[in-house]
């Protein structure tokens, strides 16, 4: 899905404009839904604007309790692992 705006990962620079939802195909995020970098799987917190933002310290702990959470970023890594450069 794209999304409304374009966000820049601000750990990769990666421009992210599009997104999918893991838990529902067609998520629309809203405001304090967690966004992983397809990129370099850093995690960043959606604002009632639809950009992203820094989680908080409890944010990103509570973000890191999901399994589907952590599955997701160990899958991410296998791909930019297996990517050819
Ligand atoms: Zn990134």
Redesign the pocket.
């Known amino acids: 899905m794209k999304l409304g705006s374009v966000n820049t990962?601000?750990?990769?620079?990666?421009k992210?404009d599009s997104g999918l939802g893991i838990e529902h195909e067609a998520l629309i995020p809203r405001e304090g839904d967690a966004s992983i970098?397809?990129?370099?799987?850093?995690v960043m917190i959606f604002k009632a604007d639809g950009a992203l933002r820094e989680p908080s310290e409890d944010e990103l702990i509570e973000i890191m309790r999901s399994k589907t959470v952590r599955e997701m970023m160990a899958a991410l890594a296998v791909i930019r692992r297996d990517r050819p450069s």
Do not use: F, S
């Open positions: 990962c601000p750990e990769c620079g990666n992210n970098c397809i990129v370099c799987g850093h």
